[in-house]
């Protein structure tokens, strides 16, 4: 097993204002970063933005600015979104910065020696929205952009077009030996079906008709079209072709490096064709995996700028807290598949998992070591009984499991494992009745072994929680009286005692929310005017 993990998002396109959606994406990376570095894992998160192309001059145009003005300001509102929901990320990248501008030419340059790239010219429908051609069949006769539903139009224009026929055996080849290149393999699938079987059209890489975006040396008039500017991100951050390249040394060459892609259903077909042959290209390996997401919906459809259906960020964490959101991200959209937001199954999934669940735990824990033994943890003896036993070994089948489905990929079935474990917990508590221990002084041990068991679970569950809830682990650890450097990985999964330690009660981690009042906050932020996308 690798030691080296690269985590990405997609590079965004700031056309307008960051929604739930693109938070939910980037904390599902950053929570994979997170885990990874708690266990050891040298580990680079990248994130950042896709500045270029028709769409960002347009909208910059209609709001009277310079497109690098128009994107230097919705650039803060994506790092202020980041800060405010504690995205770790190792670097944030633009592709208006100039060492990515470097890379993306001296790529095309290679293309272009290499024969891999060639001038023709373009004729085909466009859908400015999309930023994408697309062909006869898939606009069909009403002539309506398969992806977004909007009219597309006829266009011809010189450009530079990349050889896929020259790797399409290669990228099928690669498939076949790397069954788990995309996740879930039915997105793979779906491309060799969909694009692949019917015949891959070469893809149009420069474009004339625009000037935001990188301009090709050898070709004046020519800018880089946006899905090989955009795709490049990902090694051009680690320094490809630039002077430094020692992140991209060690992250990238590294055979032994798992490098995963984390990304939306709706631009699959572009990681998982056309990055990977551009990858071959340039004779560089490819990622370990594509992790493909669903989407978050809304009652009228995805949820999507252009729709105006988006829910803000910045009120929902102000409001509920920073881990409540990237806990019901997590959890509550399960990977691979789409999920809707509803404000009723908002506030159902914190209340039962965490306020009921974890919150509950926690809180009857300390409360009946204070009662039961004035603050000071006792010390684990052994497994006393087979209630013990059992509760050590689920917190030791959860830890493997826990390891075993975040390496895979299985981020909300990871999660739910360790929930599962504090449900154990709780129904521990209930099997040991440490209320009727307490009566007869002979149960003293039994007492104490039950109390010892519960701190060790929430010491592991919070620690292995702690990838979500960013804060509210440290405030369980507070409570369990532990010193900072005692906080490990190694240490929780160990089931140490932790007897001697007092604890320290504070406030519940997550109070109950009365449904119908936060019901009714949210559908109130849902209902505010929303910001709409220009185009
Ligand atoms: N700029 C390209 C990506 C280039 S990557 C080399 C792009 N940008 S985007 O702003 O449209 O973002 C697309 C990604 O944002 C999706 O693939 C998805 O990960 C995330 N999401 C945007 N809306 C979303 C939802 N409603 N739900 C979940 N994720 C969403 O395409």
Same mark, same amino acid.
């Given at each position: ?5 690269? $985590?990405?998002?997609?590079?965004? +396109? ?52 310079? %497109?690098?003005?128009? &994107? ?18 190792? !670097? ?16 095309? *340059? ?7 790239? +060639?001038?023709? *010219?373009?004729?085909? #429908?466009?859908?400015? !929205? ?11 006769? @009403? ?54 079987? %019917? ?40 320094? +490809? ?10 992250? #990238? ?8 892609? $984390? ?11 056309? #990055? ?6 340039? /004779?560089?390996? @490819?990622?370990?995996? $594509? ?52 404000? @009723? ?20 824990? &300390? /409360? ?39 390496? /895979? ?24 009745? %440490? #209320? ?52 490990? +990985? ?6 140490? /005692? ?38």
């Amino acid at each position: 097993m690798s030691k080296k993990f690269y $985590v990405t998002t997609p590079i965004y +396109y700031p056309s307008a204002s960051p929604h739930l959606g693109h938070a939910y994406c980037t904390t599902l990376a950053d929570v994979l970063a997170r885990g990874k570095r708690m266990r050891g894992f040298d580990t680079y998160f990248l994130t950042g933005l896709d500045e270029h192309g028709e769409k960002i001059q347009d909208n910059a145009k209609a709001k009277g600015v310079t %497109p690098k003005e128009f &994107v230097d300001e919705v650039a803060v509102k994506f790092t202020d979104l980041w800060k405010i929901m504690g995205i770790s990320y190792d !670097h944030f990248i633009r592709t208006t910065d100039d060492y990515h501008v470097e890379t993306v030419k001296k790529i095309f *340059s290679r293309f272009l020696k290499q024969d891999d790239v +060639y001038l023709s *010219s373009y004729t085909g #429908w466009y859908c400015v !929205h999309e930023e994408s051609y697309w062909t006869e069949t898939q606009v069909g006769p @009403e002539h309506l952009c398969p992806e977004c539903g909007r009219p597309v139009e006829k266009k011809e224009e010189p450009a530079y077009f990349f050889r896929c026929g020259k790797f399409v055996d290669r990228l099928l080849k690669f498939y076949d030996e790397h069954p788990d290149f995309v996740i879930p393999e039915g997105r793979k699938t779906e491309m060799i079906n969909n694009f692949i079987k %019917p015949g891959l059209t070469d893809l149009c890489v420069t474009r004339t008709t625009f000037d935001w975006g990188i301009p090709v040396e050898e070709a004046p008039g020519h800018v880089i079209y946006v899905w090989l500017d955009a795709l490049t991100n990902y090694i051009s951050a680690l320094g +490809y072709l630039q002077q430094n390249d020692a992140l991209f040394k060690n992250f #990238w060459e590294d055979p032994d490096t798992e490098i995963v892609h $984390v990304i939306g259903a709706d631009i699959n077909r572009f990681h998982t064709i056309y #990055w990977p042959m551009f990858l071959m290209a340039l /004779s560089l390996r @490819e990622p370990s995996h $594509v992790f493909v997401h669903g989407l978050m919906m809304m009652k009228d459809g995805k949820m999507s700028k252009s729709k105006g259906n988006v829910i803000p960020v910045p009120p929902l964490v102000d409001h509920f807290g920073v881990d409540a959101i990237r806990y019901y991200l997590t959890r509550e959209i399960i990977f691979g598949q789409d999920g809707e937001f509803t404000p @009723e199954q908002f506030v159902e999934r914190l209340n039962v998992d965490l306020a009921n669940n974890l919150g509950n735990l926690l809180n009857r824990t &300390v /409360s009946m070591i204070e009662k039961y033994f004035g603050g000071e943890i006792p010390a684990y003896e052994g497994d006393l009984n087979d209630l013990d036993k059992n509760l050590y070994e689920a917190a030791r089948e959860t830890v493997k499991n826990y390891e075993t489905l975040s390496d /895979s990929l299985k981020v909300t079935e990871a999660y739910a494992a360790v929930m599962d474990l504090v449900s154990k917990a709780n129904k521990y508590i209930e099997e040991s009745a %440490p #209320w009727a221990l307490a009566k007869d002084p002979d149960k003293k041990p039994l007492l104490a072994s039950c109390m010892a068991h519960l701190a060790s679970v929430l010491f592991l569950a919070g620690e292995l929680l702690s990838p979500i809830l960013i804060t509210k682990s440290k405030e369980l650890f507070d409570q369990l009286g532990l010193d900072e450097d005692e906080r490990t +990985y190694e240490k929780a999964v160990s089931l140490c /005692s932790l007897g001697g330690h007092h604890v320290v009660k504070g406030s519940p981690l997550f109070p109950r929310l009365d449904a119908a009042k936060e019901i009714e906050f949210i559908k109130a932020l849902m209902a505010a005017p929303k910001e709409k996308a220009a185009a």
